[in-house]
């Protein structure tokens, strides 16, 4: 369901135009390429993908706009791909940030894989294989955050979920919102997994009472009355939301949606 005082519908919006651009925010973006504040986002880009895919500084300069900072222009979606890439590749690193904060919360795990393939071994791992996608050879366990942070080698070996490919995002905007592209709300995305309902909710929880987060929309899967054929079995929660620091402000990428899904492990046996 939409959250109560959030944006009125799920979906990208630029911000409120204004009369002059920010020297502040051309400096953020400038120090953010010449420093390493750059190098994580490329192993966010989809496989086979370079940074030279997209004129991401054009595309940036487009995405702010002459914009006011945190003041959502509903009535103007964002409809351009790269815009909406660039502003994804971007919020990338403080969305990990954050579901690491509510992991911690919360007891939640996250998906890690070693260099080889195989399940990872070490302490605060547990005995939970996952295969998934095409490498089904790829064994996968799981990890408790308050466990990882403490390890730089268990860190390493969580795999964070990349931003959606460019064919899945067209795919996803033709089949389910008749090409409308500021509908595709899950470019920038994460997961957290669970032992229990409880963990959820207390996740769910943090993530609410976060002060630099807007939660546009918490999508209940777990719900008894959720016609689960829908998403052919699977159940989970999904967050919709936006993160408001003065460094996404500064960098013209809050009023970009990003996707957390809140899952049991259960379900990813």
């Known amino acids: 369901d939409d959250c109560p005082g959030a944006d009125r519908v799920c979906r990208h919006f630029n911000r409120r135009r204004s009369r002059r651009r920010t020297r502040r925010a051309r400096s953020s973006f400038s120090e953010m390429v010449d420093t390493a504040h750059w190098t994580p986002l490329s192993v966010c880009l989809p496989s086979g993908t370079s940074l030279d895919r997209w004129n991401l500084a054009e595309a940036w300069e487009r995405a702010l706009q002459c914009g006011i900072p945190d003041a959502v222009d509903h009535a103007r979606p964002v409809d351009d791909l790269d815009q909406l890439y660039t502003q994804a590749l971007v919020l990338h690193p403080a969305l990990v940030r954050k579901v690491q904060t509510w992991a911690e919360a919360s007891d939640g795990w996250f998906q890690c894989i070693d260099g080889t393939g195989g399940p990872a ?114 159940r989970n929660v999904m967050m919709n939301l936006r993160v408001v620091t003065d460094r996404t402000m500064d960098l013209g990428v809050e009023t970009h949606v990003c996707e957390v899904q809140l899952i049991l492990k259960s379900m990813a046996i």
């Not at 969580?158 to 595709?184: C, E, F, M, T």
């Not at 994460?190 to 630099?212: E, G, H, L, M, N």
């Open 121 to 234: 071994r070490g302490s605060g791992w547990r005995g939970i294989s996952l295969r998934q996608g095409r490498r089904q050879s790829a064994g996968s366990s799981f990890v408790q955050w308050s466990v990882a942070k403490a390890s730089p080698d268990l860190a390493r070996s969580i795999k964070w979920a990349g931003i959606k490919a460019p064919h899945r995002v067209l795919q996803k905007a033709s089949r389910s919102y008749g090409k409308d592209l500021s509908r595709v709300v899950d470019l920038c995305r994460q997961s957290i997994y669970f032992d229990k309902v409880a963990d959820i909710a207390r996740c769910i929880r943090a993530a609410a009472t976060d002060p630099d987060v807007v939660l546009v929309r918490v999508k209940n899967r777990l719900d008894p009355q959720q016609d689960s054929a829908v998403s052919a079995g699977f």
